[in-house]
């Protein structure tokens, strides 16, 4: 099982999209076994993946959610012990649904991360929360988390728990500048993390975690939302995308393949793709509670919509491919 993040600390660039597509044609296209963990107290990819009166079933009848993992610590009860899952139809993936109540936990988590970093077990013990629900997660071949556009306290504690974090760009330079953040920050906490865990060496059992370290790795980026021209068969950036769009793999070497990556691989190895903007496929795919590439006519996709889709199912394909390489050439 690999675990993996899709996370940017900037909002707006289409992570929970991306990553219930990827996840889905994974499943449905390549047969593999997926977990998705909604960590996002905005529970965007719950509210995508199932339909609204499953919504509406999960939160008034207090069905399992994540909440329900964080819970037992915060009672001093320990770790969750069994975790339990809703599958999605039309994602063909499984599913531990968000829950507004995360928010509530940020100020939790960030207390006790304080407390970790100063040799605390319990603070550490909460700081591996992820890590613990990961280990009862070995069914699966992947374990994708989709996270808030934030540096907070939760994101933190998946980043600590995951194998893996995707970065998905909108083409802007605010993108660009984030990688700088991410970068900054994902340094820091690492020698807060192995600093601390230095500390209580002699205690480690006390943390019931198997293999309580820093792994996280940046696995690639994907570029989307442009307006893109068709040059030969290929479709690339318009002169005004393009420009930017240029800049960012300078900077991901720079920032994160240079501090986050263990193999010696060239740049252009972790681009998994791009895709152009999808206009009102989005909207279509969340009013259907779809995948993009598998939207149909009674989903209200008309004209030449058809063909974005066909090209989208193309690119989430590709996608997909590239990102198992990817997996297997850093593992």
Known sequence: MKSIAVFNNKGGVGKTTFLCNLASSLARHQKKRVLVVDADPQCNATQYMFDDLTIDKIYEQNDFTLLDVVKPLAQGKGFVQQLRVRHSEAFEVDVIPGDPGMSLEEDRLATDWVQATGGDIRGLRTTFLFSQL??????????????????????????????????????????????????????SWRKKLERALEDVADSLEDLEIDDPRWRLQFLGYITQQYTAKTVGEEKRPVKAFDKIAKKIPVRIEKQLIAHF????????????????????????????????????????????????VKEYASTIREVAKRF????DALS
């Not at 984030?178 to 970068?183: G, H, L, T, V, Y």
């Not at 198992?324 to 997996?327: A, G, P, R």
């Open 134 to 187: 990961l280990s009862q997660c070995g069914e699966y071949d992947f374990v994708f988390f989709d996270m808030g556009p934030s540096l907070g306290s939760i994101n933190r504690a998946v980043l600590v728990a995951v194998d893996y974090f995707v970065t998905p760009m909108s083409t802007d330079i605010f993108s660009v500048r984030a990688i700088d953040n991410i970068s900054l920050s994902l340094s």
């Open 261 to 308: 990556t263990s193999r010696d691989l060239p740049t252009s190895k972790f681009e998994l793709g791009s895709i152009p903007t999808l206009h009102s496929l989005v909207p279509l795919a969340q009013s259907a509670h779809t995948p993009i590439f598998a939207l149909k006519a009674s989903d209200g996709v008309v004209g030449a919509h058809f063909t974005k």
């Open 324 to 327: 198992e390489s990817q997996v």
